[in-house]
C-alpha cells in the first residue's frame, strides 16, 4: 500500500479516535464512542501492517499470544477487578513502547537531535510508567498493602534519582552512541517508577491511575516520534492531553494539586487521641429500614467500592424500581473519585441498565440533599465523610463530598465499622440521623426488596 494511502487511511483514523473521546464523555453515548475508537485503531492496524516490509509470522505470533493473554483475562476478571486491569495494562503499553523504543535504538541507533531527544523521554517515562503501574495494580489487588509506604530519606533518595536521570540525560543527548548511559537511565527510570508510587496512599489511586494513563499516552507520543510513526504520535497525544485533563478535573474534586498527590503521601492514617465521650453508632434492621423507606417521597442512593465487591448493582436496580413503584422519585449521586478509578461507579450501574438520567453528578445532587428524605450509603465511606469539611487534622480536609448527612435519614450499608481505603474513621456513622445496616450489601438490598414483593401482596 503506498505511503499516501497509508496518511490517508491514518487521518481517517485520528478522526475516528478524536470523536471517539468526546462521545467517551457521556455514559449516554459511551458505547458508540468505544465502537468508533474500535473502528479506528482496526484500520490504524490494518494500515501499518501493509504499509511497508513486515515479517508477518512473528506478528501472528504476537497477535496470538497477546489476543489470547487478553480474551483469557477479559473473561476472569470482575467488574471489581477493572481497576487493578486498567493499571495493569497501562504498566503494559508503557512497557511495550519502550520495547519500541529500545529496539529502534539498538538496530538504527539515534538519527537526530529529534530521535535522541524523544528517545530519551521515551524510555524514562515508559520505565517509570511500567514499575509505577505494577505498584498500583499491587496496591489495588491487596498484594501490596494500600497505605502509603515511607521511610527515612524516601523524598532524599527521590530527588538523588531525577537528578541522575536528567544529569545522565544530558550526558545521553551529548553522546548518543552511549549504549551503556541508555541502559543506566532505563534502569533509573524503572528503579523510580516504584518509589514514585509506592508512597501514595490508596485514597488517591484513582487520580494516581488517571496520571499513568496520560504517561502512556506521551511516551506512545515520543515513541511515535523514535520510529517516525505519525498516527502512534496523534494517538499518544490524544490519550496523554485526555488523561492530563482527567486528572486535573479529579484533582478539583479533591481539592489537591497533582504535584500534591504524587508526593504528598495523601491517605496517610492519622491517629487521633480519643476526645470526651465515645459515640456509638446506631444499628437498625432490615424490617425497620423498610418502613421508612416504604414512606420515603425521594431517596437517593451514594455507590461506592463496596457495591462493586458485593455485585449489588442489579439489586440495587430492583430497589430503586419498586421504590418508583411505590411513588418515590429515586437518584444516584456519584461522587468523581468514588471506586478505585475514574467512571467506575457509572461503568457498575451502567452494566445494571439503571437509567442514566438518574445519575447525578456531585454538584448537582448536593444542593438537593436537604430535602431528601432518605440517603442510602453503599460502600461509599471516605467520599461522604463530613470531617472533610471542618477537621483539619484529617487526611481529607478540604475535599468535597457528598452531603449524603444532610438528607432527614441516612441508611449506611456496611460489613463492619472498618475504615475505608483513606484509613479514617467516618464521623457520619455516629450522627443523630444514620442509621447502620450492618451486613452484606447485596443480601441487605435483596432483603430490602423482598419486603416491597411482600408488601405489595
Given amino acids: 500500500m503506498s505511503e499516501v494511502v497509508v496518511n490517508f487511511i491514518y487521518i481517517i483514523s485520528s478522526v475516528l479516535f478524536a470523536f471517539g473521546l468526546k462521545f467517551l464523555g457521556s455514559p449516554v453515548s459511551a458505547r458508540k464512542g468505544n465502537m468508533l475508537s474500535a473502528a479506528g485503531m482496526f484500520l490504524a492496524i490494518a494500515a501499518t501492517l501493509t504499509s ?19 480474551t483469557l483475562v477479559a473473561f476472569k476478571a470482575a467488574m471489581t477487578q477493572m481497576p487493578e486491569m486498567i493499571a495493569l495494562l497501562h504498566g503494559c503499553g508503557a512497557l511495550a513502547s519502550v520495547f519500541v523504543g529500545w529496539s529502534a535504538y539498538h538496530v538504527h541507533g539515534a538519527v537526530d537531535l529529534t530521535n535522541v531527544i524523544t528517545l530519551y523521554i521515551s524510555i524514562v517515562i515508559g520505565g517509570l510508567t511500567f ?24 523524598r532524599l533518595l527521590n530527588m538523588a534519582l531525577i537528578s541522575a536521570i536528567l544529569i545522565l540525560g544530558v550526558l545521553f543527548i551529548m553522546a548518543p552512541g552511549r549504549y551503556d548511559l541508555f541502559l543506566i537511565i532505563l534502569g533509573l527510570s524503572v528503579f ?88 456509638e453508632a446506631k444499628a437498625v434492621s432490615v424490617e425497620d429500614a423498610f418502613l421508612v423507606l416504604e414512606n420515603a417521597k425521594s431517596v437517593v442512593i451514594v455507590p461506592g467500592y463496596g457495591l462493586a465487591v458485593a455485585q449489588a448493582q442489579h439489586a440495587v436496580r430492583e430497589l430503586s424500581e419498586w421504590l418508583e413503584k411505590n411513588g418515590c422519585d429515586v437518584k444516584f449521586a456519584i461522587h468523581p473519585v468514588a471506586g478505585r478509578m475514574p467512571g467506575h461507579m457509572n461503568v457498575l450501574l451502567a452494566e445494571a441498565n439503571i437509567s442514566y438520567d438518574q445519575l447525578m453528578e456531585m454538584d448537582a445532587i448536593n444542593p438537593l440533599m436537604e430535602n431528601v428524605d432518605v440517603a442510602i450509603v453503599i460502600g461509599a465511606n471516605d467520599v461522604v465523610n463530613p470531617a472533610s469539611r471542618h477537621d483539619k487534622s484529617s487526611p481529607i480536609y478540604g ?36 442509621r447502620m445496616i450492618f451486613g452484606d450489601a447485596k443480601q441487605t438490598v435483596q432483603a430490602l426488596v423482598a419486603e416491597f414483593k411482600e408488601a405489595a401482596k
Fill in 399 to 434: 475535599m468535597p463530598i457528598i452531603n449524603a448527612d444532610k438528607a432527614k435519614t441516612v441508611f449506611v450499608l456496611k460489613r463492619s465499622m472498618a475504615t475505608g481505603f483513606a484509613g479514617i474513621e467516618n464521623e457520619l456513622f455516629y450522627y443523630d440521623n444514620t
Fill in 131 to 154: 514499575t509505577g503501574s505494577i505498584i498500583a495494580w499491587g496496591k489495588l489487588s491487596g498484594r501490596i498493602p494500600g497505605k502509603p509506604i515511607l521511610f527515612t530519606g524516601q
Fill in 52 to 70: 511497508g516490509q513486515l515479517s508477518f509470522q512473528w506478528i501472528l505470533i504476537g497477535i496470538i499470544i497477546g489476543g489470547g493473554l487478553g
Fill in 192 to 279: 523510580f517508577g516504584i518509589f514514585l508510587v509506592i508512597p501514595i496512599g490508596g485514597a488517591d489511586m484513582p487520580v494516581v491511575i488517571s496520571v499513568l494513563n496520560s504517561y502512556s499516552g506521551i511516551v506512545a507520543c515520543t515513541t511515535g516520534f523514535v520510529i517516525h510513526n505519525t498516527l502512534l504520535i496523534v494517538v499518544g497525544a490524544l490519550v496523554g492531553a485526555n488523561g492530563i485533563i482527567l486528572s486535573v478535573i479529579m484533582c478539583k474534586a479533591m481539592n489537591r494539586s497533582i504535584v500534591n498527590v504524587i508526593f504528598g503521601a495523601f491517605g496517610t492514617v492519622v491517629k487521633k487521641k480519643a476526645d470526651g465521650e465515645k459515640k
